[in-house]
């Protein structure tokens, strides 16, 4: 349990130093909300701001952030805010304490100096109140990889490589972070293949907060990590570990000896004293395993954290059987909580009416507007689990991003609301497609395969045209995987 702040003691402890907004903290304009990123000072810090990226704030706190500019002190802010606004609340100086705490402590938007600073520091503001721009987005630079996973949602069959160049991923790089993403995950593929990836990572640094790699680890060696060590305040790795059975392991990812070299790349990064995360893609064959892989990952690579999934029905995955769990049938055969005990914040797992509160209080995921992907072809489409063949915005070698996202598809992904228990309650598939638009849509491509009408969700929120065009383009030759 934390400790109660006594926030007139903490008052008077701040009330003549200067807050100050931290380096890499922006405001980010959307349509219908403000919101609020931060530079994460440590690797746990780095974990949170990486899930969720963004702190939705009203305009009284937009107010008190830009008066954060290292040359007022906290009873100046104080004041100019009775002042400007002509309150008389006696409230209002704890208010604003509580609210520079929270801004401080929890979520490293300001600091405090104890003198002036030399020089006023400006509240940095990106974004649209016309369009949405992302502030996250996944950068594929190659589909090249070096397994062959049961699993995999985009190498299913036959492909032709596909890579994009430095300049021009330079170039992608250059124009998120004017649009005002500060978060970018590299994967593929297996990114690690690609030529130029340590610098990609090296340009990437100075323009983004969170540098997410999402990799098999196996490409890792001394001389990369040697290169990225010192971008790895910044660095996240999320590493794929499918189980701590070795045999399994190179069984599922298709390449014998994929565990080992796994594993070696984990401990090398681990060693360096990068922030590493194994990801577990969970199925009915290993879904035995996650308690040893659980203790493996933490006593013996000494990873940061660890995560698991299900897996979905899309490409190879398609071919699987027994997959699909839900988070909570996961949790009623394995007790994760119990591992969440044993090792504090080690285990990232969905607390008891977290995953429900979130999803009944969040219109939607922030699939196309809040997170873009951009595939080694160029093309942009919503997100890693959708093809390109389904939804596909443009690509950025014929078009700007920023006029990739100012479609009218981006604003109408945003007004689609996820499949919820509490709108889906009499739905026996509510378990499959709670939280996600991509599934809705193919559970939907299902129902009409079978000559049956779409779903309510589906009629409530007008996809029927999106769910044809899907229908039309991408499951006449199956390369959906549905």
């Not at 830009?66 to 704890?94: A, H, K, P, Y």
């Not at 008891?352 to 080694?376: A, D």
Request: hydrophobic share 30%; with cysteine; proline share 3%.
């Amino acid at each position: 349990m934390k400790n109660e702040i006594n926030y007139k003691e903490y008052y008077e402890e701040i009330k003549n130093q200067y807050p100050v907004i931290n380096e890499g903290v922006r405001l980010h304009f959307w349509p219908d909300k403000t919101c609020v990123s931060a530079r994460a000072p440590d690797h746990k810090s780095k974990i949170r701001l990486y899930n969720s990226s963004t702190i939705t704030v009203n305009s009284n706190a937009i107010k008190l952030l830009e008066l954060c500019d290292g040359i007022r002190t906290t009873q100046q802010i104080v004041d100019n805010i009775r002042n400007m606004d002509g309150i008389n609340d006696n409230s209002l100086e704890e208010k604003i304490t509580k609210f520079l705490y929270n801004a401080s402590n929890e979520y490293s938007h300001i600091s405090f100096l104890p003198a002036r600073a030399k020089e006023r520091v400006d509240l940095v503001s990106t974004g649209s109140k016309e369009h949405y721009f992302p502030t996250h987005f996944v950068l594929e630079p190659t589909n090249s990889c070096n397994l062959k996973c049961k699993h995999c949602y985009r190498l299913n069959g036959q492909y032709e490589k596909q890579e994009l160049s430095l300049d021009e991923i330079k170039d992608v790089i250059d124009q998120m972070n004017n649009l005002g993403a500060f978060v970018v995950e590299v994967t593929g593929g297996e990114c690690t293949l690609h030529k130029n990836f340590t610098e990609i990572i090296e340009y990437a640094y100075p323009r983004m907060n969170v540098l997410g790699v999402l990799t098999n680890g196996m490409n890792i060696n001394e001389e990369m990590v040697e290169k990225l060590n010192p971008y790895k305040d910044k660095l996240l790795w999320s590493i794929s570990l499918d189980s701590c059975d070795e045999q399994y392991h190179d069984s599922f990812r298709g390449i014998k000896g994929a565990f080992n070299k796994t594993c070696e790349g984990i401990r090398l990064l681990a060693k360096n004293d990068h922030c590493v995360r194994v990801s577990m893609s969970i199925t009915s064959d290993n879904i035995d395993h996650i308690k040893d892989t659980i203790d493996f990952a933490h006593n013996d690579l000494k990873v940061l954290t660890f995560g698991y999934s299900s897996i979905l029905p899309f490409g190879r995955g398609a071919d699987l059987n027994n997959i699909g769990f839900s988070y909570e049938e996961i949790l009623k055969i394995i007790d994760v909580r119990k591992y969440a005990e044993k090792y504090p914040g080690f285990v990232n797992f969905y607390e008891e009416g977290k995953l429900k509160n979130t999803l009944e209080h969040s219109k939607n995921c922030g699939v196309g507007w809040r997170s873009i992907v951009i595939g080694p072809n160029g093309n942009v489409r919503p997100c890693v689990m959708i093809d390109e063949e389904m939804i596909n915005f443009g690509n950025i070698r014929d078009e700007r991003i920023e006029d990739i996202v100012k479609k009218e598809i981006v604003k109408k992904l945003r007004n689609i609301e996820m499949p919820t228990e509490k709108s889906c309650d009499s739905c026996t598939r509510v378990s499959y497609c709670k939280g996600c638009i991509h599934r809705a849509m193919g559970a939907n491509m299902e129902r009409l395969d079978k000559g049956e009408n779409q779903c309510a969700w589906a009629e409530k929120n007008n996809v029927l045209d999106y769910i044809k065009n899907i229908h039309t383009n991408s499951c006449a030759n199956k390369s959906c995987g549905l």
